[in-house]
């Protein structure tokens, strides 16, 4: 392991290795179904609604997957804004790989557009928060920090986006999914654009390249956990951190199950 590699020297946290090794081979478990052969495309599409239904629900949009498909149908129903959104920026990141890998912050601010286009003012679609705009706060984390500090931390995630690791995708995908509840960026949806930046990661760095499980749907069934990890993750401890990291990769797990389930049920049709 390089000493310049601090993704490597998180992926060496205590029980770090093992939630890895077990979410590599729920992703592979996940990868020999038979159904991918010929229906891989479905299973995609199907991933992202439930992916997009499972998101909305954490930012309290808890809609049942039927009437997630028949949004159009429900622009009246409290929520709707926000479903919409969490199916716009789950939906669009097919196309946002060589941004990510490229220009993470601009895919961010992407997403942003994307997520909050029904709930915010165009000006601050994609922008991050001005110390005018209190942040949302789903979760019950706290006060984020200021938008000095805001900047500076960006920067600093995107620096280390761009640089070679020898770290799992795994890894990555969690602490950036951390460190944008940490930063909460954007006035809204900062949770939307974190959860769908960490399937980003899992896209681009090869453990889902295909995008066929719904980690969103794991950090729904772990929800009594979810708000008290990403807390520990604020506190910046190494076990605060790696606590975050297992809890990101028993959801990640947990997705690639929510993935079979959608195998089987294509086999069957």
């Not at 093992?18 to 010929?38: C, I, K, P, S, Y």
């Not at 049942?64 to 409290?78: M, Q």
């Not at 453990?207 to 979810?226: I, Q």
């Not at 990640?252 to 294509?266: R, S």
């Amino acid at each position: 392991m390089s000493r310049d590699d601090p993704w490597a020297r998180l992926a060496e946290l205590p029980g770090v290795p093992e939630a890895v090794a077990e979410t590599r081979a729920a992703a592979d478990r996940l990868l020999g179904h038979r159904a991918l052969r010929r229906r891989g495309g479905e299973v995609t599409a199907e991933s992202a609604v439930r992916g997009a239904r499972a998101t909305a629900a954490l930012e309290g949009a808890d809609w049942p997957l039927e009437v997630v498909r028949r949004h159009t149908a429900h622009a009246d129903r409290a929520g709707a804004e926000v479903v919409r959104g969490a199916l716009r920026a789950v939906g669009e990141l097919g196309t946002l790989g060589d941004t990510w890998e490229q220009a993470p912050l601009q895919a961010l601010a992407r997403l942003h557009a994307l997520a909050a286009a029904d709930v915010l003012d165009a000006g601050q679609l994609g922008r991050p928060r001005r110390y005018t705009e209190p942040a949302a706060d789903p979760l019950g984390l706290g006060e984020p920090p200021g938008p000095a500090e805001l900047g500076v931390r960006l920067d600093a995630l995107a620096q280390l986006l761009v640089m070679k690791t020898s770290a799992p995708a795994l890894v990555v995908a969690a602490v950036v999914h951390g460190e944008l509840l940490a930063l909460r960026p954007f006035a809204w949806g900062s949770g939307i654009v974190a959860r769908a930046a960490e399937r980003l990661v899992l896209i681009t760095r090869g453990l889902d390249a295909r995008a066929l499980g719904v980690p969103e749907v794991g950090h729904v069934e772990l929800h009594r956990g979810y708000s008290a990890a990403a807390g520990n993750y604020l506190r910046g401890t190494p076990d605060g951190v790696a606590g975050w990291i297992c809890h990101c990769a028993a959801a990640v797990a947990l997705g690639a199950q929510e993935g079979l389930a959608i195998c089987e049920a294509l086999a069957r049709a």
